[in-house]
């Protein structure tokens, strides 16, 4: 499967734990994003990167949030101290860059839990 | 930024009828739209999208219009199949690189 990779597929956790999710990319694409997806709620946006920059950081993402992308390949997304309101899916998605706008590819997501 | 609201919330439908989705956007500036379904578990997947050039796009029984003057867009799908039922949402494309997506429509096909 040549598509986007998230790992893990679901992660529980307590709160106050630290967790790291990983994001592997479409090889060619050099834009990344990531989105937080709640129960009926479309995905919303975090953040992006175009290769290693992060370019944009929603408001949503609190200082407890971190996103790298060091080697504009795969990223990671931290979260520290996690609250229960973290609860959600975590969606990535990357596209190629271009003249015009460019679909987006999601991966599977990882499912956070925090209890 | 951009604020994208969809309707309606759910839907549902007899097998082999059409389904109708609509969404309206805030900013002008947005110049893509894409489509995306979601089966339950499962990642959000492009089944279509249109430019702002263009007014109409169809691809076998799912076709997508855009007004751009009205700021609204729709996803109309044909004969509808119970492979249809899943969740589905638009989106608006701003500034070539920020996705922001409607809260979704939930659409059961009944046999």
């Known amino acids: 499967d040549t598509g986007v990779s998230q790992n893990p597929r679901h992660k529980i956790t307590k709160r106050g734990q630290n967790v790291t999710f990983r994001c592997d990319p479409i090889s060619e694409h050099n834009r990344l994003y990531w989105y937080r997806q709640t129960l009926g709620q479309g995905p919303e946006f975090l953040t992006y990167f175009q290769n290693e920059a992060q370019l944009e950081k929603s408001r949503l993402l609190s200082d407890r949030f971190s996103a790298e992308r060091p080697k504009g390949s795969f990223s990671t997304l931290e979260i520290q101290r996690t609250e229960q309101g973290d609860s959600a899916m975590y969606l990535c998605?990357?596209?190629?860059?271009?003249?015009?706008?460019?679909?987006?590819?999601f991966g599977n997501g990882t499912r956070l839990t925090v209890t | 930024g951009e604020n994208v609201e969809q309707h309606p919330s759910t839907l549902s439908v007899q097998e082999g009828d059409s389904a109708v989705i609509k969404c309206t956007y805030s900013?002008?500036?947005?110049?893509?739209f894409p489509w995306y379904k979601q089966e339950l578990g499962k990642r959000p997947q492009l089944i279509i999208d249109i430019r702002s050039n263009v007014g109409e796009k169809k691809d076998q029984r799912i076709a997508v219009t855009l007004n751009k003057t009205a700021k609204h867009f729709s996803l109309h799908i044909t004969e509808t199949q119970p492979e249809d039922s899943a969740v589905y949402f638009c989106?608006?494309?701003?500034?070539?690189?920020?996705?922001?997506f409607g809260a979704g429509t939930t659409v059961t096909v009944r046999a």
């Open positions: 998605a990357s596209s190629a860059s271009g003249q015009g706008s460019v679909p987006l590819h």
């Open positions: 989106a608006a494309f701003l500034n070539d690189y920020k996705l922001s």
């Open positions: 900013d002008s500036a947005s110049n893509y």
